[in-house]
């Protein structure tokens, strides 16, 4: 695996932003609504694109949210080393193509992982300096509202989402910072923030 080694200060100490962040946290915290709010807004930061053997939601467009592929496709690419993490999570398997990633930071581009809590453990083992953010709901009943309201998941998938996000909410003090979803804009503006150094998104509509 190429040196991904993230370093947080630069030669006179002082801190520069990250190079890679991590967005983790609970399944329908809203980690994708932030990064939809940073991929119109925040086109200086890198958003990786996951492959999964999940199928695509309504809306979801093969390249860009995800690349939809087999179990066996996802599996060749993981015996031959093409991916930086990957993890199986209810049920399907998502993993982060190395290759794009390590290009974007060799360039000095800004990059932005959203990952299941396994696949940021991972990331923090494989790349040392990487930031990791914990992205929390504002209560326990807000995230089951989240979940139950979206509709796009049969009964079995939701409790087998529910129970991972019950697990999930216990790694929080893994993490570097957690940031609290109580405004997409906030926490866009605080990411944003810590990745670049500048302010951030304008209102997502
Ligand atoms: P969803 O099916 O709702 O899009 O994603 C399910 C979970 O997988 C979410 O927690 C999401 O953050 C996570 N996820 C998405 N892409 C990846 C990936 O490449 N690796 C890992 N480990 N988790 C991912």
Not at 59 to 88: C, I, N, Q
Not at 97 to 108: C, D, F, K, M, S
Not at 160 to 179: G, K
Request: charge should be negative; proline fraction near 8%; glycine fraction near 6%.
């Amino acid at each position: 695996m190429p040196d991904l080694a993230v370093s947080r200060r630069s030669a006179s100490g002082v801190p520069v932003p990250a190079g890679l962040t991590v967005l983790s946290g609970p399944s329908a915290v809203g980690k994708s609504t932030v990064v939809e709010a940073i991929r119109r807004y925040s086109p200086q930061i890198w958003l990786s694109v996951s492959v999964t053997t999940r199928s695509p939601r309504p809306g979801e467009e093969h390249g860009r949210e995800y690349y939809f592929t087999s179990e066996r496709e996802f599996m060749e690419l993981v015996d031959s080393g093409e991916l930086l993490e990957w993890a199986r999570y209810a049920g399907h398997y998502y993993g982060t193509p190395l290759r794009p990633v390590t290009e974007r930071l060799q360039a000095g581009v800004p990059v932005l992982l959203e990952l299941d809590v396994t696949g940021a453990r991972q990331v923090q083992a494989a790349v040392p300096g990487a930031l990791l953010v914990f992205l929390a709901p504002p209560t326990w009943d807000e995230l089951v509202r989240r979940l139950t309201s979206r509709g796009t998941e049969p009964a079995e998938a939701m409790q087998e989402r529910l129970e991972a996000a019950r697990a999930e909410l216990r790694a929080e003090n893994e993490f570097d910072l957690t940031l609290v979803n109580t405004s997409v804009e906030d926490v866009c503006a605080q990411l944003v923030a810590l990745m670049t150094a500048q302010p951030a998104c304008e209102p997502a509509e």
